[in-house]
């Protein structure tokens, strides 16, 4: 990421190397060209997933910052961005946390639940200081979500914990990268939505606005924060729904802490299009979609999201 005055020195940069040149465009027409490139390089961060991995920058800017997201893999996955305590990293990760998680999801596979939460006591005390911070919500294969969030300076860990055919977590295959956010702001403003959506534990998910076809930017604001039963907060995910979707798998595939959940594949006839992860209480995050005619739902990583009313469908007619 740069600062708004390197941006205005690169763009003034360009321009006189454009005066230099001749081309068959005017030198207006490729200097806005120019401009518009580099302002869009600048304004947004690019992150790749081709299999098990995240392909984007190891330090960026703190504020705003929009992440385009571009799922090339043949697998579902989501980014979520963990705020470490200070002095905590990625090492502290691989001999501290994932032991746990990794041994507790073993048992749980093999139908002894009860010891499976149990051995996620031994979690560190330092883990439950963690600040999730936001990220986009999950995204199908082939697809690209597009996601806005606020970020504090400090040393943040990118994760997907979606889970392999075998159980194991695509965090344990690689979807763990260190990411140093710097005190130096971006400078970037949110955007403006033109679909307010608020999530509570309380509450559950309720939206205004005007659900048509077309693109939206849909903010998701986060009006409180509490762990559920499988021990984490809630998110906002949109889904599009086909003829042959199961609701009841859908809500059950939601849920981490069985077997079942989250596990790839996703259940048939879902298609799973970004959203907003797990934010603190009072933050606002920003996600864009396209919509077509048909069935749709905004959905929570929760258990029992339908209870909770945290999956709410709605139709996007012709």
């Known amino acids: 990421m740069k600062t708004n005055q390197n941006l205005y020195f690169l763009i003034i940069l360009l321009v006189l190397s454009v005066n230099c040149k001749s081309d068959k465009k005017s030198n207006t027409e490729v200097k806005e060209i120019l401009i518009e490139e580099i302002e869009n390089k600048s304004n947004t961060i690019e992150i790749v997933t081709r299999s098990m991995e995240f392909q984007c920058p190891d330090t960026i800017s703190s504020g705003w910052n929009t992440f385009i997201y571009k799922n090339l893999s043949n697998e579902t996955h989501f980014f979520l961005m963990d705020k470490y305590p200070e002095g905590k990293t990625i090492e502290n990760t691989l001999k501290d946390v994932v032991p746990p998680f990794e041994k507790g999801m073993d048992l749980i596979n093999q139908g002894n639940s009860e ?8 979690l560190p005390e330092w883990f439950f200081n963690v600040v999730f911070s936001g990220g986009s919500g999950l995204i199908g294969p082939k697809n690209t979500s597009i996601t806005t969030i606020k970020l504090e300076p400090g040393y943040y860990i990118m994760e997907c914990y979606v889970k392999m055919p ?90 981490w802490s069985t077997p079942f959940g989250l596990k790839t594949p996703v259940p048939e006839g879902v298609t799973f299009l970004g959203g907003v992860n797990e934010s603190p209480a009072g933050a606002t995050g920003y996600f864009k979609a396209t919509l077509t005619s048909g069935k749709y739902a905004f959905i929570s990583e929760v258990p029992e999201s339908k209870k ?9 007619s012709e």
């Open 115 to 122: 010891k499976g939460f149990a051995e996620f006591g031994n």
């Open 166 to 255: 075998n159980g194991k977590f695509h965090t344990s295959m690689g979807m763990a990268k260190p990411i140093i956010v710097t005190q130096e702001n971006s400078g970037n403003l949110p955007p403006t939505p033109d679909v307010e959506i608020t999530i509570s534990k309380n509450e559950g998910i309720n939206y205004s606005g005007n659900l048509t076809k077309g693109e939206h930017i849909f903010s998701v604001y986060f009006k409180d924060q509490a762990p559920h039963e499988h021990f984490i907060g809630h998110d906002v995910n949109l889904v599009k729904l086909d003829a042959n979707a199961d609701l009841e798998k859908l809500e059950a595939w939601m849920n």
């Open 308 to 316: 909770k009313n945290m999956l709410k469908i709605f139709n996007i």
